[in-house]
Nanobody, 123 residues
Framework: QVQLVESGGGLVQAGGSLRLSCASSGRTIRWYAMAWFRQAPGQEREFVAA????????DAGDSVKGRFTMSRDNAKKTVYLQMDSLKPEDTAVYYC????????????????WGQGTQVTVSS
């Protein structure tokens, strides 16, 4: 089992920045890809960003490309999502997820999920 705990969410004004963290524990996540998804009220959970175990492969959704950056520190078993130039439409619960192998965009490909952290962007 892998446990994931997100942190760093909060309330920020449009144009501001936040950095989310996701700490993993339990079994090793060696060779596990990590991803961030988000879900706004009444909407489907959508892909935000993903990164391979070595960090050599990164991917980001079209709505956040150029504004959000995902990174990881395997020694700390933690991944990060740096969110800049935030917009009100970025308001959602942000979830961390992991899967063995390559990063994917489909949420069904991920085996373990965190509980989520709320991000609210005011206009």
């Amino acid at each position: 089992q892998v446990q994931l705990v997100e942190s760093g969410g909060g309330l920020v004004q449009a144009g501001g920045s936040l950095r989310l963290s996701c700490a993993s524990s339990g079994r090793t996540i060696r060779w596990y890809a990590m991803a961030w998804f988000r879900q706004a009220p009444g909407q489907e959970r959508e892909f935000v960003a993903a990164i391979s175990y070595a960090g050599s492969i990164t991917d980001a959704g079209d709505s956040v490309k150029g504004r959000f950056t995902m990174s990881r520190d395997n020694a700390k078993k933690t991944v990060y999502l740096q969110m800049d130039s935030l917009k009100p439409e970025d308001t959602a619960v942000y979830y961390c997820a992991t899967r063995f192998g390559e990063p994917k965009r489909r949420k069904s490909e991920y085996d373990y999920w965190g509980q989520g952290t709320q991000v609210t962007v005011s206009s």
